[in-house]
């Protein structure tokens, strides 16, 4: 079975500040994708950041960025200089191209920042 | 603008109802999925299409229905057998290749029981 596992449903962070959201991932298979969305209060998905299973170097995207962990099969997103817009659930999730290219998601982690 | 568009955005239902959630996208994705969302519960797909006339059966499958007339087209019916459908959906295409495509999302439809 895929399964994605968020450990921390609800996280704070003060505003200016680092905070580390953690994911953890299992699959049998060597070719796969990962991403993080966020959902805001709208409940649009937004795509945050993406990796490829194959690349070491970790993503970034400007104050977002990946501690892709492949043999640990950790997959975090730390979100760096935190603003208020960033308040949102994050939810994690990876792609399997060979069982469909369904993505398997997370449960979430809600991020608060605090001003 | 390219984009994925749902409607209705609210829609209640009564016991005993189907009822149909559309999903139209012109971005000329290949893929076509359909996920419930439901609080503590993350996403969980219900359907899903890579080709026209062509669907698979996601997780939760039981007491819904597809169709795929229309690359552009892919609506979800909530049929009576559905029997806590009070969720909110959301419809998500992508392209197959390149392989690590992610998905772009519709702004879903909050359908509730009355």
């Known amino acids: 079975a895929q399964t994605v596992t968020q450990s921390q449903p609800e996280m704070s962070v003060q505003e200016a500040e680092t905070v580390t959201l953690s994911c953890t991932y299992d699959?049998?298979?060597?070719?796969?994708?990962l991403f993080w969305y966020k959902q805001p209060p709208s409940r649009q998905m937004i795509l945050v950041i993406r990796q490829e299973a194959y690349k070491q170097q970790n993503a970034t995207e400007n104050r977002f960025s990946v501690n892709f962990q492949k043999a640990a099969k950790s997959f975090s997103l730390k979100i760096s200089d935190s603003q208020l817009g960033d308040a949102a659930m994050y939810f994690c999730a990876y792609r399997i191209p060979i069982t469909g290219n369904q993505f398997y998601f997370g449960t979430g982690t809600s991020l608060t920042v605090i001003p | 603008d390219g984009g994925i568009t749902q409607s209705p955005k609210y829609l209640f239902r009564k016991e005993g109802q189907n009822v149909t959630l559309s999903c139209e996208q012109n971005?000329?994705?290949?893929?076509m999925y359909w996920y419930r969302q439901d609080p503590g519960q993350g996403l969980r797909l219900i359907y899903y299409?890579?080709?026209?006339?062509?669907?698979q059966k996601g997780d939760i499958a039981e007491g819904y229905s597809v169709s795929r007339e229309k690359k552009e087209s892919f609506p979800l019916t909530v049929t009576s057998a559905q029997k806590n459908p009070t969720a909110f959906y959301l419809c998500?295409?992508?392209?197959?290749?390149?392989?690590?495509?992610?998905?772009?999302f519709g702004s879903g439809t909050r359908l509730t029981v009355v």
């Open positions: 998500a295409s992508s392209m197959i290749r390149p392989r690590g495509y992610g998905y772009t």
């Open positions: 971005l000329n994705h290949d893929a």
């Open positions: 299409s890579q080709i026209v006339n062509d669907f």
């Open positions: 699959t049998s298979e060597s070719d796969y994708y």
